[in-house]
């Protein structure tokens, strides 16, 4: 960029508008956060020393750009190497299967191995999954599932007005093009079908207090969804929202709140909170053990019904 010229435009992949520039991030920030768990990270970031996050003003959603920053296929299988990435049991899982009845069609979008259909298959619904990832979708096959390997544009292309349920937990955030993925997904629904997401919930008490964010930035998340974005869905696809659901911090034990709070305090102050005695954290700390039944936890999910 010339000396005086105005910096690119930037248009919100959800809105189409321009957008503004939030914050920026060092690269070699991202690329040595990874290099530590063995994932070379490189490629995405070749020739930019920062990243930038963007954020759409009328719908409040933020992602970051450019598109190229979104993770591959080598890039999640060094992920899913580790035993902490893929949980089966999810509490979206259990709140996603509260809004399905037996008898109703679903797809799940980016499926897995198949552990939420393998559920939803013995409480009466009739199944179909979608993942790119071949090994996860042989394994969801030996389970007996009906999984396809297709990209979800050309599937949705095949099987528009056909189900009842379309369902997608910790997908939407890995993506840049939004827009692409809801008029699929939509596609698929026959009118007043349901569309349920979930995704980390980016206005979460834990994520006030974490500092690094390694996961919660590219080449692994595209975009960071709240409250706000998700309640302007309805501006652009022909959609209402039905329910919207946050993850209970209750679900997470005392300690781990006050892990929390310990790491973000000493990394943010230093010696001070590290060397504080025990009796003075603990005044620090009651009140925040006191309200977190009642606080938002790290991820949220949101049912829709198609128009």
């Not at 248009?11 to 503004?20: F, I, K, N, T, V």
């Not at 933020?62 to 580790?82: H, I, K, Q, V």
């Not at 071949?134 to 949705?156: F, I, N």
């Amino acid at each position: 960029m010339n000396a005086g010229s105005s910096p690119p435009i930037v248009l919100s992949p959800l809105s189409g508008e321009p957008a503004r520039p939030e914050a920026s991030f060092p690269t070699a920030f991202l690329i040595n956060g990874y290099a530590e768990k063995g994932i070379d990270v490189r490629r995405f970031f070749a020739g930019l020393d920062a990243i930038t996050l963007y954020s759409c003003p009328t719908t409040g959603y933020r992602f970051y750009d450019p598109p190229s920053l979104a993770g591959d296929t080598e890039f999640y299988a060094a992920l899913s190497a580790f035993s902490w990435y893929y949980s089966p049991i999810r509490w979206e899982h259990e709140y996603a299967a509260t809004l399905l009845s037996p008898g109703m069609r679903i797809c799940e979008i980016g499926c897995g191995q198949g552990s939420f259909l393998e559920s939803a298959s013995r409480a009466g619904c009739v199944c179909t999954g979608l993942d790119i990832n071949e090994k996860a979708a042989a394994k969801a096959l030996e389970r007996g599932l009906d999984v396809h390997t297709d990209s979800l544009q050309d599937y949705a292309a095949r099987r528009q007005s056909s189900y009842d349920a379309v369902l997608a937990f910790e997908v939407l955030e890995h993506i840049y093009d939004v827009r692409s993925f809801f008029h699929s997904a939509l596609s698929m629904l026959r009118p007043g079908g349901k569309l349920v997401l979930s995704m980390p919930n980016n206005d979460a008490f834990s994520y006030h207090f974490d500092a690094v964010q390694l996961l919660n930035r590219p080449p692994h998340h595209m975009g960071l969804w709240n409250y706000r974005a998700l309640l302007a869905l309805g501006r652009f696809f022909p959609l209402r929202v039905d329910t919207l659901e946050f993850e209970p911090l209750s679900h997470f034990k005392p300690q781990w709140i006050d892990a929390l709070l310990r790491a973000r305090l000493i990394g943010k102050y230093g010696e001070l909170w590290k060397n504080l005695p025990e009796e003075a954290w603990e005044l620090c700390a009651a009140p925040a053990r006191e309200w977190h039944p009642f606080l938002h936890g790290p991820s949220m999910v949101a049912g829709f019904i198609r128009l």
